[in-house]
């Protein structure tokens, strides 16, 4: 690493960038290296919202490093980019889990959740990112489907409990939840 020092704050450049003060960001910014520069581009990449970038970011309002305040913007603008696309594919990727998990069709749970089937495709294909709450709609309809609560019928008290806590849950634990309330449900059937 090239020489730098930082002053008047108690952090040091060996030190890791998340360590870093705003005005030791600041000097590796004005006054660093490639190998600074590096430092922080991988923070930036990996936390595009942490509080590196967000220092980074501020710093960048006010000092303008010739070169090197262009190169961290694309930096940070392209490592948000791809954060927001794995983010879609994940929501995409849920959505499609909570559609097989309801066992209905695409039009039935389509339907279900106050949408078109050709909508609800393109959430399935990540092109449209569908809002908090229409999520949580498609969590609680794949949990209706298993515990049995349907439109205009009252649900049991326990199995409105059991669709909240299942929504807590990863759609893997989703379902093997779901599996062994199924089978519990039926043995207390049997017992009957």
């Known amino acids: 690493m090239s020489t730098l020092a930082f002053r008047n704050v108690d952090a040091s450049p060996d030190d890791p960038v998340s360590e870093w003060p705003q005005e030791a960001i600041q000097t590796a910014l004005e006054r660093g290296g490639l190998s600074h520069w590096r430092r922080l581009a991988k923070a930036i990449r990996a936390e595009p919202w942490g509080p590196v970038a967000r220092q980074v970011e501020e710093v960048l309002t006010y000092s303008r490093p010739y070169g090197v305040a262009a190169a961290i913007e694309r930096i940070h603008a392209r490592a948000r980019e791809a954060t927001e696309a794995s983010e ?79 929504l807590r849950l990863t759609p893997e634990e989703r379902l093997r939840g779901l599996r062994r309330y199924a089978h519990l449900h039926e043995l207390a059937q049997e017992q009957r």
């Not at 097989?100 to 339907?111: I, K, N, V």
């Not at 909508?119 to 569908?130: A, D, E, I, M």
């Open 88 to 166: 879609r594919r994940a929501v995409a990727a849920e959505i499609g889990q909570l559609i097989d998990d309801s066992g209905l069709s695409r039009a039935e749970f389509s339907s279900r959740i106050g949408t078109s089937a050709s909508r609800l495709s393109t959430y399935v294909n990540g092109k449209v990112t569908p809002s908090a709450a229409l999520l949580v709609r498609m969590r609680r309809t794949a949990c209706g489907r298993w515990v049995g609560i349907s439109t205009g019928v009252a649900p049991d008290s326990d199995d409105v409990e059991l669709a909240e806590t299942l």
